[in-house]
DNA sequence: TTGTTACAATTGTACAAACAACTATTGACC
DNA sequence: GGTCAATAGTTGTTTGTACAATTGTAACAA
């Protein structure tokens, strides 16, 4: 669908600032859909974000900071992530013994259950998209956003 | 920068996972970048596009539902943006008169001032990002979003 | 040592988003 | 006209976000 119609704005007013917003918009599209697709697992995009962060940590600690560090969104807050998770049961907190202001984080099992799950059902909504870019195409979007950015 | 370095995630499974989190990646960047430029005009993201939106309609009266389908971010919450700025006498509303549920939207002179202020400083932020691109390659990238949303 | 700066994490707060539930009005159908 | 579904908007509640301030720890120089 083009952004013309989905956002119901008949012109920009040059192809950058279309760009712009077609980005803005289509990561909104993306979201409300991996929020639906999560919904059922119990956990938010960031939280899903973070297990997958620790499951890639293949049981080494990872620490806010690390976190903070890697999340998409950076400015969300990743201790009350990781509290909220814990109190979901699929991370524990540890003090870090080498130095005591850090907290070392690992995913248990029920975390890694989860995730998994989740990660399956994602790839199968996400299978929707795949399938409206050949590889070549998806390889050169992703070569303009990066070179957007600078 | 490589979405790679940003995240630092070394791999991804395929192309398409790249893309997806690339635009997630990008949209929550220019996003911030958006959020910073606002911050002095006293206005939200949501906020912006809401006057944008009314300053399209060229005197022409704005619904809720109106705003609703042509925001961006189709969940946040129309009514209560358009309470804030009318609290900031930047919009008013009227009962309709033809249909008594709906309420009639307008931006205010205040409102047109700071949307055109707030345009120009956006526009001028966004010019960094405008010259890492061609216009053919802009067009391209809106391109490959609309295609891969189907 | 002690003072200073840097760092890691948490917490307070104000605000915004997500979603459901609700009220009021309209339009359609019998 | 009366009933009922559909529509437009508002409000309640929970959760998440943004940002600053705070706490506790570490590193290091005088």
Redesign the interface.
């Known amino acids: 669908?083009?952004?013309e119609d989905?956002?119901?704005?008949p012109t920009f007013r040059?192809?950058?600032?279309?760009?712009?917003?077609?980005?803005?918009?289509?990561?909104?599209?993306?979201?409300?859909q991996t929020t639906q697709v999560l919904r059922p697992h119990d956990i938010s995009m960031q939280q899903f974000n973070i297990l997958r962060i620790l499951r890639?940590m293949k049981g080494q600690a990872a620490t806010v900071k690390l976190l903070t560090?890697?999340?998409?969104?950076?400015?969300s807050n990743a201790s009350r992530l990781v509290e909220k998770l814990k109190q979901k049961g699929f991370v524990v907190r540890r003090e870090c013994e080498s130095d005591r202001r850090r907290v070392d984080i690992f995913i248990t099992e029920s975390g890694q259950a989860v995730v998994e799950k989740a990660t399956l059902a994602l790839d199968q909504k996400?299978q929707?998209?795949?399938e409206?870019?050949t590889?070549?195409?998806?390889?050169?979007?992703?070569h303009?956003?990066?070179?957007?950015?600078?």
Chains 1, 2 share one sequence.
Do not use: C, P, W
């Open positions: 669908m083009r952004l989905a956002i119901q704005q040059s192809s950058h600032e279309r760009a712009h917003i077609n980005i803005i918009y289509t990561a909104s599209f993306l979201s409300q890639g560090e890697r999340m998409l969104d950076k400015m996400m929707q998209f795949v409206n870019l590889a070549e195409e998806a390889s050169q979007l992703s303009l956003l990066d070179k957007m950015r600078g």
